[in-house]
């Protein structure tokens, strides 16, 4: 197992999310409480009409026939009404409440009024104040397909519709292994070690792409026999175990002896990419037998998120049964260079409509500054350099599960 030919970028997003989808794993059923973030299964059909009976929207009353009418009773939310009886009939009703069968009008409260023999006059409005039956949606209509990110809102519809659970894919199970034994994992750096980053970090994407964090192991000791105990060990129980450092083949980078050790199998090692080159996806037999997937970052701190955005996102939407996220397109805020023959992922902030995406500073691939004042990547394709005012490709970073853009 040796270094490749660079993976065109997009070539090797695509390769891990094929990956991904081949590897998808089973479907459980949990309560809607749990569900945010999770992904459907099966698409979302509504069980009645909705509204599933005619619904007052207002306070006021429901008529029969022409005016004026003998008020005959009250309807409030959660009932079931009888009908009017005859022309000339009404009853008081409340917002939410069951239309009575037979009426021909809702009329506001603010709108009548009521004379000394008791009885309604009053005019409805010119468009009714009631929603009819299969207003939103018809019985069996598919509201939401499967591979659907369930939120909040999703979660609202369901209960509407009357679901107390929802069919969703496995959550894919994940697990860190960070490699070097430069790293401090506590105080600030200094004589020749550097304080770790991506163990406190790397989780919260993980999570945000909607992996279940696992475990988290390190630093990881720079010899072969520590690599291999640890990848062993994190195959135990995560479907993706994610590594940081050794990517290279310097005389520390264990990664690939490992690899070769475990009978690895490369989707995709070392992509076209600037910064974040030295990468890799493979699969790596399991204890069971069953394949798992070992995604190795770069050590430097942006190029690892780079790697996590490149090929680790795009698996892990394949896992989930969720569609590849289509890059939405911005405006160049300022020039953005080419990489000669490497796809070009600069990191940029928006502007608060959104559109319009503006690179950044302190974008070394050591450095961290620079990303926390991103919303995510201009993408630059080989052979190409952006100018202010181009049309440009946008590579998001991660929301929380449920999260609008």
Same mark, same amino acid.
């Given at each position: 197992m040796t270094e490749s030919t660079p993976a065109d970028w997009e070539l090797a997003r695509t390769l891990a999310y094929e990956a991904g989808q081949a590897a998808a794993r089973g479907v459980e059923t949990i309560p809607l409480a749990d569900a945010d973030g999770r992904t459907l299964a099966e698409p979302l059909r509504t069980l009645t009409d909705l509204p599933a009976f005619p619904t007052s929207s207002i306070d006021g009353w429901a008529v029969r026939g022409a005016g004026p009418w003998r008020p005959a009773g009250r309807v409030l939310a959660g009932g079931t009404p009888p009908p009017l009886a005859a022309d000339g009939d009404c009853v008081e009703i409340a917002t939410g409440a069951m239309v009575p069968e037979h009426a021909t009008a809702l009329i506001r409260i603010e709108d009548s009024v009521t004379g000394a023999d008791g009885r309604v006059s009053g005019e409805p409005r010119a468009i009714p104040d009631w929603r009819l039956p299969g207003e939103e949606a018809r019985l069996g209509e598919e509201l939401f397909p499967a591979?659907?990110?369930?939120?909040?809102?999703?979660?609202?519809?369901?209960?509407?519709?009357?679901?107390?659970?929802?069919?969703? =894919?496995? &959550?894919?199970? !994940?697990? *860190?292994?960070?490699?070097?034994?430069?790293?401090?994992? @506590?105080?600030?750096?200094?004589?020749?070690?550097?304080r770790d980053s991506l163990g406190p970090?790397?989780?919260?994407?993980?999570?945000?792409?909607?992996?279940?964090?696992?475990?988290?192991?390190?630093?990881?000791?720079?010899?072969?026999?520590?690599?291999?105990?640890?990848?062993?060990?994190?195959?135990?129980?995560?479907?993706?175990?994610?590594?940081?450092?050794?990517?290279?083949?310097?005389?520390?980078?264990?990664?690939?002896?490992?690899?070769?050790?475990?009978?690895?199998?490369?989707?995709?090692?070392t992509v076209a990419v600037r910064p974040g080159f030295p990468m890799l996806l493979a699969r790596v037999p399991g204890p069971?037998? =069953?394949? &798992?997937?070992? !995604?190795? *970052?770069?050590?430097?701190?942006?190029?690892?998120?780079? @790697?996590?955005v490149t090929l680790v996102a795009p698996l892990l939407a394949g896992l989930h049964g969720r569609a590849l996220p289509a890059l939405p397109a911005v405006t160049a805020g300022a020039a953005v260079p080419g990489r000669g023959g490497f796809t070009h992922l600069a990191l940029a902030a928006l502007d608060p409509a959104g559109r319009t995406a503006t690179p950044v500073g302190h974008v070394g691939s050591a450095m961290l500054r620079g990303l926390a004042n991103s919303h995510g990547f201009?993408?630059?394709?080989?052979?190409?350099?952006?100018?202010?005012?181009?049309?440009?490709?946008?590579?998001?970073?991660?929301?929380?599960?449920?999260e609008r853009p």
């Open positions: 591979g659907t990110t369930v939120d909040p809102a999703i979660i609202g519809v369901a209960a509407t519709c009357g679901y107390e659970t929802l069919p969703v =894919r496995l &959550r894919p199970r !994940a697990a *860190l292994l960070v490699f070097g034994d430069e790293l401090l994992t @506590a105080g600030p750096p200094g004589a020749g070690r550097v970090q790397v989780p919260g994407w993980l999570r945000r792409y909607g992996a279940g964090v696992e475990s988290v192991t390190g630093p990881v000791k720079d010899t072969l026999t520590a690599h291999l105990v640890a990848i062993r060990s994190a195959l135990g129980t995560a479907d993706l175990v994610c590594t940081t450092g050794g990517t290279m083949h310097g005389p520390v980078d264990h990664l690939h002896p490992a690899l070769a050790e475990l009978g690895a199998s490369y989707i995709v090692n069971d037998g =069953r394949d &798992r997937f070992l !995604a190795g *970052l770069p050590g430097n701190p942006q190029s690892a998120v780079i @790697a996590l201009v993408v630059v394709r080989p052979g190409t350099q952006a100018v202010a005012g181009d049309t440009v490709p946008f590579l998001p970073l991660p929301l929380l599960p449920g």
